[in-house]
């Protein structure tokens, strides 16, 4: 699964982005960090702690840190572009370099200018500067873009940083109609075919790069690109995974944190499984909220008032063996059907922003009532952005590469894999299945996973606001408790109600107590709670 922050849909004209893959992703998007691990005791469960890096610059490093950005226009108007570089691998620099794409929108005032304000939309994979041309520098409040240089930087791997590449359009068109819930022998061998074609592209299209991808590695460019930039400490927004990138730097350099807001919180000391299993629950939880809303309804096609989200379930489910059985048309102009894994992606997609379930519902009565799947295909497209003309980006590249680098594979073998489907399908008896099977893809990676389920305290760091929102589908609740708690100076702020993420969805409390942290410097109290708007 893939977690990424989206602003609220409709309500800010904004179409449904890609949040996700099923296939492309083990480890349902949460990663963990591959280097710089201690074997602390003082973290949960035992795992290990994140040990912080010397405060002195190496000297192998010095000419990254002196690096002064050549800004230059980037044809997108207000923004800049510029391009710096990072040592491939830390441990021996001189290996070569990775070129970070960086862009920044200079803050206009009034107002003393505050520094720069880097932002991450999750993934991973996620473009953090496509959000930031196409979202955050002219969405964020216009008092935090008055006072802060709005800054991103794709993550190395990630759109404009050396992507990973990893098939062709329509290889991957193949890929995303896999049968993601195996019902014999030969069924299975095909899903595991596909996962060993999935690596073995990545493999060979992105060679060493794939070995240098880790969440670590792109937190220590953070911390080059704050020096280039000229920034004392950092200042950060991120969301989803980008709440797992903004701790890592947090534990890397405590000292370095300015205001950190991560929305949308990830529990770093989680393994895979226990990871994939939350989220999975995560996302029934979701569906639930849905259901309640769709039977109320007139053009609900999954039950009428009264109808019970137990129902509600069994009647998706069973929908999905339709087209399991037998695909629909989509109308799609290379001959795709809708099958049973696309239409499972395209409801997933909608699970993330409640301002979607309309747009959900309209495509579900399609497929069911008229037999046209062009609905939940676009869903589905959108999830996994891929456009008209059958291209893909690279989201779903690097968000394995990221992915089967940060944590060992959940599971190892389909035999474990169907072991562990009762344990899915208790949390979610409507996606359980295919988000089991999901998570077999890492046990393929061509390059081994350097990272381990740690914990995250940055002894030391100023105050950081940790935000969780209770009825997050990618990123449960308790995991955003779970970091507040793990960090030494993390502050929880909760709001009560659905989605993905919570700043900038249409909580005036959110946004305030946010507004006011990234402006004032005061964090709000811990465990302040917020609902509605």
């Known amino acids: ?69 050549a800004w230059r226009a980037c044809g997108v108007a207000g923004f800049e572009c510029a391009t710096l570089k990072a040592p491939l691998d830390y441990a021996e620099p001189a290996k070569g370099d990775v070129r970070l794409a960086v862009s920044r929108k200079k803050a206009m005032g009034p107002g003393k200018r505050l520094g720069s304000l880097l932002v991450n939309p999750g993934g991973p994979g996620g473009s953090a500067v496509g959000y930031l ?71 060979q299209r992105s060679g060493n790069l794939l070995r240098h991808v880790s969440t670590v590695e792109a937190a220590r460019d953070m911390d080059i690109v704050r020096a280039a930039l000229g920034d004392e400490k950092l200042t950060y927004v991120g969301a989803s995974y980008g709440t797992f990138l903004g701790a890592t730097y947090a534990g890397l350099y405590p000292e370095r944190v300015g205001r950190l807001v991560l929305d949308g919180a990830l529990d770093p000391s989680l393994p895979a499984r226990k990871t994939n299993q939350d989220q999975t629950a995560g996302f029934e939880t979701a569906f639930q909220s849905f259901a309640k809303d769709c039977v109320q309804e007139s053009d609900c096609p999954l039950g009428g008032a009264g109808t019970t989200t137990e129902q509600v379930g069994k009647n998706l489910k069973a929908f999905f063996r339709q087209l399991d059985g037998a695909p629909i048309e989509a109308g799609d102009a290379d001959g795709r059907k809708l099958g049973e894994a696309l239409a499972t992606t395209g409801v997933i997609a909608a699970m993330y922003d409640e301002g979607s379930w309309p747009q959900l519902r309209d495509a579900l009565d399609m497929a069911m009532k008229d037999k046209d799947g062009a609905g939940l295909l676009a869903l589905s497209d959108s999830y996994y952005e891929r456009d008209s003309d059958g291209k893909y980006e690279n989201l779903m590249f690097a968000n394995a590469a990221v992915n089967c680098l940060d944590l060992p594979a959940a599971f190892a073998t389909p035999e474990e894999v169907k072991e562990a489907l009762p344990s899915f399908e208790q949390a979610s008896p409507v996606f359980g299945e295919s988000l089991a099977w999901a998570s077999l893809n890492c046990a393929y990676w061509p390059v081994k996973a350097t990272g381990e389920a740690h914990s995250i305290e940055a002894k030391g760091a100023a105050p950081i606001v940790v935000v969780g929102t209770v009825r997050d589908p990618a990123t449960p609740y308790r995991w955003a408790q779970a970091l507040a708690a793990q960090l030494s100076s993390g502050t929880l702020l909760t709001y009560e109600g659905d989605g993905h993420t919570a700043y900038g969805r249409g909580s005036a409390c959110i946004d305030s107590a946010i507004n006011n942290y990234l402006l004032e410097g005061t964090p709000p109290n811990n465990g302040k709670r917020c609902s509605g708007a």
Request: glycine share 8%; charged share 20%; proline share 7%.
């Open 1 to 69: 699964m893939y977690t990424r922050r989206r602003p609220r849909s409709p309500r800010a004209n904004r179409s449904l982005r890609a949040y996700g893959t099923l296939l492309a992703v083990a480890g349902l998007l949460v990663s963990a960090c591959s280097a710089g691990s201690s074997t602390s005791s003082a973290s949960p469960a035992g795992t290990a702690a994140l040990r912080a890096l010397p405060e002195a610059t190496p000297s192998a490093l010095a000419s990254y840190y002196g690096q002064r950005p």
């Open 133 to 203: 041309q196409a979202y955050a520098g002219i969405g964020y409040p216009a008092k935090v873009r008055a006072r802060y240089d709005m800054v991103a930087v794709d993550p190395r791997g990630v759109a404009r940083s050396e992507p990973v590449e990893c098939l062709t359009g329509r290889e991957m068109d193949t890929y995303t109609q896999t049968d993601t819930t195996p019902d014999n022998v030969r069924e299975t061998g095909e899903l595991v075919d596909a996962f060993k074609e999935f690596a073995e592209g990545c493999g």
